[in-house]
């Protein structure tokens, strides 16, 4: 079985620019989950979607987005990008929303973002 | 204010020996509490994961001890190996209606000596 997979892995934008990145999560898995990591935040949670529904939501500025296709591949988008933005952008999927008791995330190896 | 807190920052153990790594808690509401593994240009794995009901779970050489009045838990890695240096996160699981609401501890990067 495929694991997750995210696309493009190393991405490098100048302030101000928008940015897409992609997410295939695994075969029959219904949610999408993106995190960012950074060596001083640390992991934090992005969004989840949920069979096309965004489901829960962290505590990002509207620059962030996303959105879930019905064939639960999940694009996040970030507009304006700044410095600050620099990170690590990891993709989960799971079968149902993540983490319930049996409904382990499977991470993606991530988009690295350079913001210069 | 950090949902989450893990110690030790960094942690540097020989071959062969016991990797602890703690992990304390505020809300009493959570109820789940993994931990997850991650290799450099790697995503994190899970590892191992606990309810609030239980006090110990065993996974081979990884075994999570949670001590529910301390609202504290940790993962021991028995006789640790080079191939278990990696960093790890301990979270902590909210279940709000019809989500799960993460909070990751900030890591610890273990280096087991040959």
């Known amino acids: 079985k495929a694991g997750v997979t995210q696309t493009p892995r190393y991405l490098i934008k100048t302030r101000g620019q928008q940015v897409t990145l992609s997410c295939s999560p695994i075969s029959g898995h219904r949610s999408v989950s993106w995190y960012q990591q950074t060596p001083g935040q640390g992991l934090q949670f992005l969004f989840e979607?949920?069979?096309?529904?965004?489901?829960n939501k962290g505590n990002f500025p509207g620059r962030f987005s996303g959105r879930q296709f019905s064939n639960s591949r999940s694009e996040m988008n970030v507009s304006t990008l700044e410095l600050g933005d620099s990170a690590l952008y990891l993709c989960?999927?799971?079968?149902?929303?993540?983490?319930?008791?049996?409904?382990?995330?499977?991470f993606g190896p991530g988009t690295r973002l350079t913001v210069l | 204010q950090q949902q989450v807190k893990q110690s030790p920052q960094s942690l540097i153990v020989q071959k062969g020996g016991i990797s602890i790594i703690n992990c304390a808690y505020e809300?009493?509401?959570?109820?789940?509490f993994p931990w997850y593994q991650q290799f450099p240009g790697k995503g994190p794995a899970l590892l191992i994961a606990i309810r609030p009901d239980v006090s110990e779970k065993k996974e081979g050489r990884f075994t999570i001890s949670f001590n529910k009045s301390a609202k504290q838990f940790s993962l021991h890695i028995m006789d640790s190996q080079p191939g278990d240096s990696a960093t790890y996160f301990c979270?902590?699981?909210?279940?709000?209606?019809?989500?799960?609401?993460?909070?990751f501890g900030s890591g610890t990067k273990l280096n087991v000596k040959p």
């Open positions: 979270a902590a699981i909210l279940k709000i209606y019809n989500f799960n609401k993460f909070y």
């Open positions: 979607y949920f069979s096309e529904t965004q489901r």
């Open positions: 989960a999927s799971s079968y149902g929303l993540a983490g319930g008791p049996g409904d382990e995330q499977f």
């Open positions: 809300n009493t509401a959570f109820d789940y």
